[in-house]
């Protein structure tokens, strides 16, 4: 052979071998349905290695690399990419791939990095990725992969990365994972895995990170951590175990995180941990069964910052020795029996005013008493929570809190604590937002240096001895949203400016003190207010009619007063009412006969004058609902009231002119209702006529309709196999109507239902010329007869196999993954999308009215789709608007519906917008707005806006954190500063979304963000987890 000649033959199979690798990459291309972000322009004709995220070696121009990271990319993978033969490093995680994991992967020997983390796959782990022996990372979290991790991974001899969590991975975790000896990352949190912490831990002498939280392990910690010298990671909570922390794991003096929250483990901490774990950073075991004394050498360490031992057993006296250093942030001791019965427990504040960084200190619900020392006041400016609650302390409270600037949360209640508080310098804690001071002994006027706090939010100062007037200037405070100022001795008028605090809406209650006067008509103001309670006091005069403005009460109790006067009639706007009290005060007249339109659960009127006949409707129905007694001129009712029966003089005189009336009235309204009949016939014809409108529901051009008789065989005869699920006017089918359109899903409407063929109307115009990829699709539409000759109707659409939103967000048998914080936002932006073309680019204005998470459908790539358009309505031009206005009535379903449809209000998009608020809190909460935890004054919109502060994180779902702080935080080995910043990044997106959602379930539709706002918001929180944008959240 011609020397000469042999480089042009290596050149020749060298572009051969690129054209292959071309093809491999286009092939990949073709699976990819969408690329928001432009990743694959550049993939055309120009030269492979040029090709953005593509990375090729230099000397042959083989492909080394594929980064298609972040790139909001819908599809799924090629297995063509198993044709890259020289790849070493494949990064296409934080996408939306989904589809099975390629077993063809498994053909790429020079393979070292497999990161698909945060997508959508499927299936099971390929057992053939063990043949890539060269992999050093594999990284398949955050997905919705099952069955077991395949033991035969242990093959993969240099894997130093292994994760797997917040999947859906079942089994054991195999002991043959005990050879990869080269392992530093084992990662495996949110599974379901059977079994224990498997022993071959202990054989991992490499490994640095553990991380096996909410995996439903139980049995006992292992005692095999005597030779992992490296080891500084450890996460095991919320699993099952039992007994005590092994000597071992004490004894790994590199450890710097120990988490093992919300087990069951028993035991003490050793005297001597803080000098056996000199390089301990957190050390968390809450809502655990540990007991004993808390080791001095634990506070000792200079490296510690948090220490969170709540809801244990822990006893004995607190004592902190005074050190040159302390890093201390977060100190949680709560919920022990802390406590020696000295008076003397304080004297630990002291060693802690060195810990300049502290922010975080509860040592609530123990058994303390003594004194608060006045060096209380030395602590950090920076402590934000401070909770001394439920202990047994006594004295005064000290003048120095007012030192302690930083405060956001002063919690001091149930104990025995007494004296004045006006030594306090109350301005000075201008960022306090909760103060409660509750069931102690303290006296004296409230101070109006109180009305200072301007971002005050709970102020509670019930059960105490106050006395003098309320002070005026607490009408400053106007971010309160509940005051509690019940069981004390205050005298005097309620002041009038306390009535224009329109953020009132948890609760108003001054109960049990000697108030006296009348209650001001500005109690009207109190819109948003779940609950006022002004029982046992001296109030007088008239109820007034002003407090119908008061929609959103639920519960209200004017019980043992002096108001007199009949009950206003206004009261029957109380829709929400479940609970009035109004006995022992001097109200006459006849019970009004609205309650029984009110969903009263308890109605309390006794011992009043009340007079006449007591109805046997709505709440008057139940006689253990009603009190009633001490109303000696009432008669009827149902018979457990033990009323007496109402005698009416000559009934049969009376009963003929009572039939005489109401037949005349009857025969005119005949008359008229014709006459306006036969008017409105005659004038809407020529007007329907001018205006061409069409009442087919859906353009016959653009659906073609179906017989009943297709579609009973596309499901079966309707079978139940077929069903899929159920709404408010209709069952929905899955069938298969023929080849080309696939699995659809069948809409067959309950015509037997009020509303059902009206839900039919409603759901083809809205749609029928809708069109978004955010919106369900209609394929087709049937309307006819079945084979009884009855009336039917039904819609079909293209079928969403993901389910809807409400079963992955409450999936109550855990087969489904939990939604990341990055597919909750995505989803959320879709509805916002939809939202924000149903209301500003259809040409009219569709409000959908029922917007709830069962009617968000999921299709394959986890898009959003919203339907269920059966209570939706197009809103009419201005001037129709007016010309033929309407109550709608109760429109959508209770939780998610706008309040304002409830008292008869026009619908309109920012209704919408109110039900989409609740859907993102329930989204970021995995709370349902009926939930049995929310009632007594509390709702989802309020619970989410009394956590905007401090307390937004304690109310998300704990995956959301878990995110970052479980796994993504050490996925690269980030420490440090890294790793709080891109966990403050986590924390900042969940503030904002709050704050959205908030903001869209505002009580006034005025005041809600629209659906262009939400989408440009939600935009730059998609971004901010992406990487692309710094976000700045105004509530950190």
Not at 459 to 481: A, V, Y
Not at 705 to 711: A, F, G, H, K, T
Request: proline fraction near 4%.
């Amino acid at each position: 052979m011609n020397i000469a000649a042999f480089p042009a033959v290596i050149h020749a199979q060298n572009c051969t071998t690129c054209v292959g690798d071309r093809v491999a990459l286009l092939a990949i291309k073709s699976k990819i349905k969408e690329d928001p972000k432009g990743h694959m322009i550049s993939w055309n004709d120009s030269l492979h290695c040029q090709w953005e995220g593509v990375t090729c070696n230099p000397n042959h121009q083989r492909v080394i690399a594929l980064n298609l990271s972040d790139g909001g990319l819908l599809g799924s993978l090629s297995p063509s990419i198993a044709n890259l033969t020289f790849l070493r490093e494949i990064q296409l995680q934080n996408n939306f791939l989904s589809g099975e994991i390629p077993p063809e992967v498994g053909r790429l020997f020079l393979l070292q990095e497999l990161s698909l983390y945060n997508n959508s796959f499927q299936g099971n782990i390929p057992a053939s990725l063990s043949n890539c022996s060269n992999l050093q990372v594999l990284d398949l979290s955050q997905n919705i992969l099952v069955g077991n991790i395949p033991a035969s991974l242990s093959n993969c001899s240099n894997l130093r990365s292994l994760v797997l969590g917040q999947n859906n991975l079942v089994g054991k975790i195999p002991e043959e994972l005990g050879s990869l000896l080269m392992l530093n990352q084992l990662i495996l949190p949110v599974n379901n895995f059977s079994g224990g912490i498997p022993r071959f831990i202990g054989s991992l002498t490499s490994l640095e990170i553990l991380s096996l939280g909410k995996c439903g392990l139980g049995g006992s910690i292992p005692d095999v951590f005597h030779r992992l010298s490296y080891l500084t990671f450890i996460v095991l909570v919320e699993n099952k175990l039992v007994g005590s922390i092994p000597p071992s794991l004490y004894n790994l003096s590199s450890l710097e995180i120990l988490l093992l929250d919300d087990n069951r483990l028993t035991g003490r901490l050793p005297t001597n941990l803080g000098s056996m774990q000199p390089h301990l950073q957190a050390l968390s075991i809450p809502d655990n069964h540990f007991s004993g004394p808390l080791p001095t050498s634990v506070l000792s360490s200079s490296n510690l910052e948090i220490l969170d031992l709540s809801r244990n057993n822990f006893s004995g006296k607190l004592v902190i020795t005074s050190r040159e250093a302390c890093n201390l942030e977060v100190l949680y001791l709560g919920s022990n029996h802390f406590g020696s019965g000295e008076d003397d427990e304080m004297t630990f504040i002291e060693a802690l005013s060195i810990c300049k960084n502290l922010r975080m200190l509860d040592i609530g619900y123990n058994q303390m008493k003594g004194f608060l020392p006045h060096s209380l006041g030395n602590l950090s400016n920076t402590l934000s929570f401070l909770s001394l609650a439920s202990n047994a302390f006594s004295g005064g409270l000290p003048s120095s809190v007012g030192n302690l600037s930083g405060l956001t949360s002063l919690d001091l209640s149930n104990n025995k604590l007494k004296g004045t508080i006006n030594q306090v310098n109350f301005s000075n804690l201008g960022s306090l937002q909760k103060l409660d001071l509750k069931n102690n002994s303290f006296s004296g006027n409230i101070p109006g240096s109180l009305g200072n706090l301007s971002l005050l939010i709970e102020l509670d100062l019930g059960l105490n001895e106050f006395n003098g007037s309320m002070p005026s200037s607490l009408g400053n405070c106007k971010r309160l949203i509940k005051l509690s100022i019940d069981q004390n001795n205050l005298t005097g008028e309620i002041p009038r400016k306390l009535f224009e605090l329109s953020t009132l809406s948890i609760s108003l209650n001054l109960g049990g003190n000697q108030l006296s006067g009348e209650l001001p008509q500005e109690v009207g103001n109190l819109k948003n207010l779940n609950e006022i309670i002004l029982e046992n006091n001296r109030l007088s005069g008239d109820l007034p009619t002003t407090i119908s403005s008061c929609s959103s009460l639920v519960n209200l109790d004017i019980s043992n007063n002096f108001f007199q006067g009949t009950l206003p009639s206004s009261l029957r706007s109380l829709r929400a009412l479940q609970t009035f009290d109004a006995s022992h005060n001097n109200f006459t007249g006849k019970i009004p006969t609205y309650f029984e339109e009110i969903p009263l659960e308890n109605l309390n009127i006794s011992f009043n004058g009340f007079e006449g006949e007591v109805s046997s409707k709505g709440v008057f129905s139940n006689a253990s609902a009603v009190s009633l007694v001490g109303n000696n001129r009432l008669c009827g009712g149902v018979p457990e009231l033990r009323l007496p029966k109402c005698h009416s003089t000559n009934p049969k005189k009376k009963k003929w002119l009572r039939f005489a009336v109401i037949s005349a009235i009857l025969l005119v309204a005949v008359l008229i209702g014709i006459a306006v009949v036969v008017f409105f016939v005659f004038y809407r014809t020529k007007s329907e006529i001018k205006d061409d409108v069409s009442h087919e529901p859906i353009s016959r051009e653009s659906l073609v309709q179906v017989s009943y008789e297709m579609l009973y065989k596309a499901t079966d005869g309707f079978s139940t196999k077929n069903f899929i699920g159920e709404g408010s006017f209709s069952s929905v089918y899955r069938g298969n109507l023929d080849a080309d359109s696939g699995i659809v899903a069948i809409k067959v409407l309950n015509l037997h239902r009020r509303g059902g063929s009206k839900s039919f109307i409603a759901e083809c115009e809205a749609l029928k010329n809708a069109r978004h990829r955010n919106l369900a699709k209609v394929i087709t539409c049937c309307s006819g007869i079945d084979f009884q000759g009855n009336e039917f109707k039904a819609i079909v659409y293209e079928f969403l196999p993901n389910g809807t939103l409400d079963q992955w967000l409450h999936d109550v048998q855990n087969k489904l993954p939990r939604l990341s914080l990055l597919q909750r936002v995505c989803v959320a932006l879709d509805v916002a999308y939809a939202l924000e073309y149903l209301h500003r680019h259809t040409g009219k204005t569709i409000v959908h009215c029922d917007l709830k998470p069962s009617n968000i459908l999921l299709d394959e790539d986890m898009v959003a789709h919203v339907g269920d358009f059966g209570l939706s309505k197009i809103l009419q031009p201005e001037y129709k608007i007016r010309q033929h206005s309407s109550s709608t009535g109760v429109r959508g379903t209770v939780g998610y519906a706008a309040p304002e449809y409830g008292l008869g209000s026009q619908v309109s998009p920012s209704g919408d917008m109110y039900s989409y608020g609740i859907l993102l809190l329930e989204m970021i909460t995995c709370k349902k707005p009926t939930d049995v935890m929310f009632g007594d004054g509390l709702t989802l919109h309020s619970y989410a806006k009394k956590s905007m502060g401090v307390g937004a994180l304690e109310i998300v779902d704990p995956l959301l954190l878990n995110d970052e702080d479980g796994k993504l935080a050490m996925r690269k080995n980030e420490r440090g500063i890294a790793q709080k910043t891109r966990y403050k990044k986590t924390q900042n997106c969940l503030h904002l979304l709050i704050e959205i959602g908030v903001s869209c379930s505002t009580e006034s539709p005025q005041y809600r963000m629209d659906a262009q706002c939400v989408v440009e918001e939600l935009r730059i929180v998609k971004d901010d987890i992406l990487g692309k944008s710094t976000l700045v959240s105004s509530s950190i």
